[in-house]
């Protein structure tokens, strides 16, 4: 148990469909990210909150959009994914100000897009 | 820029044997090092951090790194492998453009498998 909790652990998705991503964190940190994990590829971070505002965007598609309505949430709202939007979905937390900067990960969500 | 790399795809060795899984960065000023594991179908589990200090820095599970500046090098090591600690290993720095903030920069991950 690492205190980020992540839903739904698996997501089987049509290219037409809707869905989201939540995260949320149990640690009282005020920095989240969500990174994307594909098979043989480095881990690609995405995007990063931090006191609930958005700080970076890594050229990531508009059908990815996030939100994070307060320091312990955070979403990612998908729709008109492609099948190569398949992967695991990461999410992690850390305390901005902490010199060491070590991130809390989640278990992640595995996403299929058919 | 700075990046951090692991040379080796894939480490065997068996179990008992010690292991050394290689890791070597690329930072503007003092590095803040990190290593994690990832079981199949899990997320990335913390294992050890160096910041500043001694240069051999202990873990998780048995495990320690040891922080070599002059060869830009922070491998990961364990005395004796265990069946269990088969897993993928990332080796990541901080992202010192990025203030205080723990954005990491990742390697792409070595696969480490221990037979029995």
């Known amino acids: 148990e690492t205190g980020v909790t992540q839903t739904p652990r698996h997501l089987v998705m049509g290219m037409t469909n809707k869905k989201s991503l939540k995260c949320e964190q149990h640690?009282?940190?005020?920095?989240m990210y969500w990174y994307k994990q594909s098979a043989k590829k480095p881990l690609e971070l995405m995007f990063v909150?931090?006191?609930?505002?958005?700080?970076e965007n890594n050229s990531v598609p508009s059908r990815f959009s996030p939100e994070c309505p307060n320091s312990s949430h955070l979403f990612l709202h998908l729709h008109t994914l492609q099948p190569e939007d398949s992967a695991l979905y990461l999410c992690?937390?850390?305390?901005?100000?902490?010199?060491?900067?070590?991130?809390?990960f989640g278990e992640g969500s595995r996403l299929t897009v058919l | 820029a700075q990046s951090v790399a692991q040379p080796e795809d894939q480490v065997n060795v068996a179990e008992g044997n010690p292991l050394t899984v290689k890791c070597t960065y690329s930072?503007?000023?003092?590095?803040?090092l990190f290593w994690y594991v990832q079981y199949p179908n899990r997320g990335l589990q913390f294992l050890l951090k160096?910041?500043?200090?001694?240069?051999l820095v202990k873990g998780s599970y048995g495990f320690e790194a040891e922080f070599n500046k002059s060869q830009t090098s922070f491998h990961l090591k364990k005395p004796s492998a265990l069946v269990s600690d088969s897993a993928l290993y990332f080796c990541?720095?901080?992202?010192?453009?990025?203030?205080?903030?723990?954005?990491?920069?990742f390697g792409q991950g070595t696969t480490l498998q221990v037979k029995p």
């Open positions: 992690a937390s850390s305390q901005e100000g902490n010199e060491a900067g070590e991130l809390f």
């Open positions: 640690l009282g940190h005020n920095a």
């Open positions: 909150y931090n006191f609930k505002e958005q700080t």
């Open positions: 930072v503007s000023g003092n590095p803040y």
């Open positions: 160096y910041i500043t200090g001694d240069n």
């Open positions: 990541a720095v901080r992202d010192l453009r990025s203030g205080n903030t723990g954005k990491l920069i």
